[in-house]
């Protein structure tokens, strides 16, 4: 175990670093530590640094075989960009499994919506995986420039998508603005009681936005009395008082 850690560590500075020969070293580590648990996130850096050169085959040939939850997530992404919607839908389903609940939770939503948008999710595929290849501020430019294309009754869940790849791109005003949206113009849509209580929270981190976040938690209290969400958002509208937090 500790040669595997050396050369493990070895590797994953070869990596940082972009060396011409980290592919090689990553295969030589591979025939030898078949099972290694480093592998999963060692051929995952290196598939990201050829996607960034523009060689998805490449990376999609370096992840064959290599078994773990975010291999599967980065290859599912491949396949997406590639076209393959299918084939990426199911690989990425196949991951959620083995990802943090927070990720898997992301996955699952971007799963639904393309289910339910069928034939027409090629736009909304290609703002997910610019998104993930860390370019939310073109994903959102290509996500308004499509959303009318897309089903109205799919909005509040594209809405949804759009804020969640703002607030993670680090766009926060971008990300209020779309949950928003997304109250506004879709106030029974079920995306709906999680948008308000993540405005909220963006509001109230302001003293100017405080009195809009407590009333944002009181409608959302009075709308879903009985809602998974409801005692998180009792506990932080107490906080927004000045009470205790439990």
């Not at 393309?114 to 370019?135: K, M, N, Q, T, Y």
């Amino acid at each position: 175990p500790e040669r595997r850690r050396a050369l493990a560590d070895n590797l994953r500075l070869e990596v940082t670093r972009g060396s011409a020969g980290a592919q090689t070293l990553l295969e030589e580590f591979r025939d030898d530590f078949p099972e290694a648990p480093e592998l999963d996130e060692l051929a995952v850096t290196l598939a990201v640094q050829l996607e960034g050169m523009g060689d998805d085959v490449g990376a999609r040939s370096l992840l064959a075989g290599v078994e773990g939850p975010k291999s599967s997530l980065e290859r599912g992404y491949l396949y997406l960009a590639s076209g393959d919607v299918e084939r990426g839908k199911a690989i990425l389903r196949e991951s959620v499994s083995g990802l943090v609940p927070q990720d898997a939770t992301k996955i699952i939503a971007l799963l639904d919506l393309l289910d339910r948008l069928g034939g027409d999710a090629s736009p909304i595929v290609r703002v997910s995986v610019l998104a993930h290849r860390g370019s939310p501020d073109l994903a959102l430019v290509e996500l308004e420039q499509v959303l009318d294309d897309v089903p109205k009754e799919n909005h509040p869940a594209v809405l949804a998508l759009a804020a969640r790849i703002a607030g993670e791109g680090g766009l926060p005003e971008q990300a209020a603005r779309f949950r928003t949206q997304l109250i506004r113009n879709f106030p029974r849509a079920p995306e709906v009681p999680e948008a308000t209580l993540r405005l909220a929270r963006f509001r109230g981190a302001s003293a100017e936005g405080v009195q809009e976040a407590i009333e944002l938690l009181e409608a959302l209290i009075l709308k879903e009395p009985d809602g998974a969400i409801v005692p998180t958002a009792r506990r932080e509208l107490r906080i927004l008082r000045g009470g205790p937090e439990s």
